[in-house]
Each structure stands twice: as C-alpha cells, then as structure tokens.
C-alpha cells in the first residue's frame, strides 16, 4: 500500500464548477500535511498547507483528519488557469516528504 | 533570491555512463531531497538529508549515490546509468516542516 494515496482523475469539470480532492495516508507519525500544484513538466509549488483546524485561502479550503488520516482539497468558482496536476503530500516522522501520485484536474471552458 | 538551482537541465547519457546532477539552495536550509517522476506517476523518493554530513535512502535508492558535503549543496550520482533511471529528477529543500522548495528538474534520458 502507497504511503500516500490519491483518486489519479482525471477530473474533467467546468468553469465555475467546485471540484473535491480526496487523499490518505498510512503513516499515523505524520505531521505535517500540504498540497502542491504541478503545472505539465514543471516543478511543484506549494499550493497550502493543511491544518487540524482547516484553513481557507480564497477558493480554495484544506481540511485534515488525523482520526480517519484523511485530507481534503475543495476547489470553489474553478478557472481555466485551475487546470494542473493537484499533490498531496505528508512529512512523516523521519522527516520524509511522500508526495501521493497527483490528481490531475481540467477545468473545460 | 535563486531559491533551488539544478544543474544541469537536460542531459542524455548512454547507458554505462556516469554523471552527478548538482542541487544548490541560497535560503539555508536544513532538509534536502532527491525525486524521480516518471510519466504518470507522482515523486518517488531517492535519498534525503537532514543536514550537513547526513543522508538517508529513501523509497528508490537503487542506482543513486548522494553526498551533502556542505549545507546549501546535495549532489545526485549516477555511477553507470540504465534506460531505466530515464526521468525528471527534482531536488527540494525545506525548513524543517514548512513548505518546501523545488528546483526546476533534469530531464534525463539514457540511450
């Protein structure tokens, strides 16, 4: 079982739409959580890190649960520039960041 | 601020070749991390460091050596490449358990 999983997509949507990522991890030692934002062939960049109490940046909230080791991604009005390759990730106790496998989202005009 | 520089940005090696991929970070930080993406497919760990000095394996090591042999560089070694290590290496680094910061990747292809 990976480390970290996620739903791969691909989630095809419309503008406008609210799209929901769902991922889980395995490592009850994790502690720190985030999402990236993986444009094709480029580098991740830090979309939000995600906290037990959930945290909102704009259209975009992260929520945690640490009983179910289950976070979440929402995505609220999605824009065409949306469109990109969504990671989760979790720093486990040996200070390893383990990206899940990514789930690639398409917001359709 | 250059933040994470990898060099070099593409290469293509025929198998049995050696080469060592360069990661320098200007924002002192202390963790370090090599990542393989294959088409697909998410990163997968190869080695690690959480300091000066340190490394550890991490899910992929096979085929790689790694040397931290000063804080803002960690360095990436192929000592005799297969069609298989084809792929996008991305290096990181972070401050403890913030966010953390990546290079550009290296695209390499083994013939």
């Known amino acids: 079982r990976k480390e970290v999983e996620q739903d791969p997509g691909p989630f095809n949507v419309p503008e406008g739409a609210t799209v929901a990522f769902n991922c889980t991890y395995s490592?009850?030692?994790?502690?720190?959580f985030f999402w990236y934002r993986q444009d094709c062939r480029k580098e991740p960049k830090l979309l939000m890190s995600v906290y037990s109490s959930g945290n909102e940046d704009g259209r975009f909230t992260a929520q945690l649960n640490r009983a179910s080791q289950y976070i979440s991604l929402l995505i609220r009005d999605s824009k065409l520039s949306d469109s990109a390759t969504y990671l989760c990730?979790?720093?486990?106790?040996?200070?390893?960041?383990?990206f899940g496998s990514g789930t690639q989202l398409t917001v359709l005009p | 601020n250059a933040g994470v520089t990898q060099t070099p940005k593409f290469r293509v090696l025929k198998t049995g070749q050696s080469m060592t991929l360069l990661c320098a970070q200007d924002?002192?930080?202390?963790?370090m991390y090599w990542y393989r993406q294959d088409p697909g497919m998410g990163l997968r760990l190869i080695h690690y460091?959480?300091?000066?000095?340190?490394?550890a394996k991490g899910e992929v090591p096979d085929g790689y050596n790694v040397s931290r042999l000063k804080k803002q560089n960690f360095l990436l070694g192929l000592e005799s490449a297969a069609p298989s290590q084809t792929s996008v290496y991305f290096c990181a680094s972070q401050w403890r358990r913030t966010e953390a910061f990546f290079g550009q990747g290296t695209r390499l292809t083994v013939v």
């Open positions: 490592n009850s030692a994790s502690q720190s």
């Open positions: 460091s959480v300091g000066e000095g340190t490394t």
């Open positions: 990730v979790a720093s486990g106790s040996a200070r390893q960041l383990t």
């Open positions: 924002m002192n930080h202390e963790y």
